[in-house]
């Protein structure tokens, strides 16, 4: 089992920034990719940056140039650097990590972007 706790989400202007963090605790040795998703209202939730265990990532072309996963501490914690916000980038954020082949969720976190 892993537990996720995510943090960071808020208001924001259009062309600024935040920085999502999710913490992992529990079985986080068998952790081999870490996520982000998103969710907007009425809209399926969708991928929006991941990274491997070698360092390798992967981006939505809506958020590619503007967003920047990263993680420390090997497997513990991750972020989501966001930059240039639009509005459109407005929804829930979860974090995502595959353990065992096992998804486990964060709780979401609600990012605002006004215009």
């Known amino acids: 089992q892993v537990q996720l706790v995510e943090s960071g989400g808020g208001l924001v202007q259009a062309g600024g920034s935040l920085r999502l963090s999710c913490t992992a605790s529990?079985?986080?040795?068998?952790?081999?990719?870490m996520g982000w998703y998103r969710q907007a209202p009425g809209k399926q939730r969708e991928l929006v940056a991941h990274?491997?265990?070698?360092?390798?990532?992967n981006y939505a072309d809506s958020v590619k140039g503007r967003f920047t996963i990263s993680s420390r501490n090997a497997k513990n914690t991750f972020y989501l650097q966001m930059n240039s916000l639009k509005p459109e980038d407005t929804a829930v954020y979860y974090c995502?990590?595959?353990?065992?082949?096992?998804?486990?969720w964060g709780q979401g976190t609600q990012v605002t972007v006004s215009s």
């Open positions: 990274i491997t265990n070698d360092g390798s990532t």
């Open positions: 529990g079985s986080i040795f068998s952790i081999d990719i």
């Open positions: 995502n990590v595959r353990s065992d082949f096992a998804p486990y």
